[in-house]
């Protein structure tokens, strides 16, 4: 079973930054893809931005060019580095990986961190 551990989250001020870490339990080479989603009360799961195993990084509109998801193959971690945070930003946020073998898809989460962002 694969366990995916956030941490780094907390309160800041609006235009202050924020570094996400999510820590797998195995390799993160071994995941088509690694993803962070948020989650606002009272909204839905929204893919926040995703790292292909490849390297490839796609974001949500509302957060390019203010945040930069990466990944360290080494310490088994995937980053989301957050600046210029928005009081719109407040949400807990969820790391998810993504394995696909013999066609089924396969699907891990984290059990999130709480970001406040206050104005």
């Known amino acids: 079973q694969v366990q995916l551990v956030e941490s780094g989250g907390g309160l800041v001020q609006a235009g202050g930054s924020l570094r996400l870490s999510c820590a797998a339990s195995r390799s993160i080479a071994r995941f088509n893809a690694i993803c962070w989603y948020r989650q606002a009360p009272g909204k839905q799961r929204d893919l926040v931005a995703a790292i292909s195993s490849g390297g490839r990084t796609t974001y949500a509109d509302s957060v390019k060019g203010r945040f930069t998801i990466s990944r360290d193959n080494a310490k088994n971690t995937v980053y989301l580095q957050m600046n210029s945070l928005k009081p719109e930003d407040t949400a807990v946020y969820y790391c998810?990986?993504?394995?696909?073998?013999?066609?089924?898809?396969?699907?891990?989460w984290g059990q999130g961190t709480q970001v406040t962002v206050s104005s």
């Open positions: 998810n990986a993504v394995s696909v073998v013999l066609g089924r898809e396969y699907d891990y």
